[in-house]
Every structure is written in structure tokens, then in C-alpha cells.
């Protein structure tokens, strides 16, 4: 039965291929999960950024008055 035996290795290359692409899938996942937690904490970071500071640092929104020498 020849034809038999061709279709078990068909099935059997089918479900190889399946196992594959089920790890595939897998792995992107916890790339997705991965970037995302990167992305997260870029957005918190930009933001933190964008907010003036109170302190005076490096971070603090500056006019061009407060680039101006003292004797004006």
C-alpha cells in the first residue's frame, strides 16, 4: 500500500511543519511582549522629558530671557 505510506509521511512533514510554526509564533509573542515593555518605558521616559521641572535642572523649560547676559 503505497499510497498509504505517502500520506503518513505527508502528515507526518504536515505536523513538523506545525510544531515550527507553533514555536515560531511563541517566540514572536515574547518578542511582541518584550518591545512593548521597551515601548512602555520610552513613552514614560519622553514624558518625564516633556514636563518642566521646578528645580531649575537640565531638565527645565528655558526662555531666551534666561539666556540674555545680566547687564540687560
Same mark, same amino acid.
Given at each position: 500500500?503505497?499510497?498509504? /505510506?505517502a500520506?503518513? *509521511?505527508?502528515l507526518? /512533514?504536515? #505536523?513538523i511543519?506545525? &510544531?515550527?510554526?507553533?514555536?515560531? =509564533? #511563541? *517566540? $514572536? %509573542?515574547k !518578542? !511582541?511582549v518584550? *518591545? *512593548?515593555?521597551? !515601548?512602555?518605558?520610552?513613552l514614560?521616559? =519622553?514624558? %518625564?522629558?516633556?514636563?518642566?521641572?521646578?528645580?531649575?535642572?537640565?531638565?527645565?523649560?528655558? &526662555?531666551?530671557?534666561d539666556? $540674555?547676559p545680566? /547687564?540687560?
Amino acid at each position: 500500500m503505497p499510497n498509504e /505510506h505517502a500520506t503518513d *509521511q505527508r502528515l507526518t /512533514h504536515l #505536523e513538523i511543519k506545525a &510544531t515550527y510554526a507553533e514555536d515560531l =509564533v #511563541e *517566540q $514572536l %509573542e515574547k !518578542i !511582541i511582549v518584550q *518591545q *512593548q515593555r521597551q !515601548i512602555d518605558l520610552l513613552l514614560r521616559e =519622553v514624558a %518625564e522629558l516633556r514636563l518642566p521641572t521646578t528645580d531649575g535642572g537640565r531638565g527645565a523649560a528655558r &526662555t531666551l530671557r534666561d539666556d $540674555l547676559p545680566p /547687564h540687560f
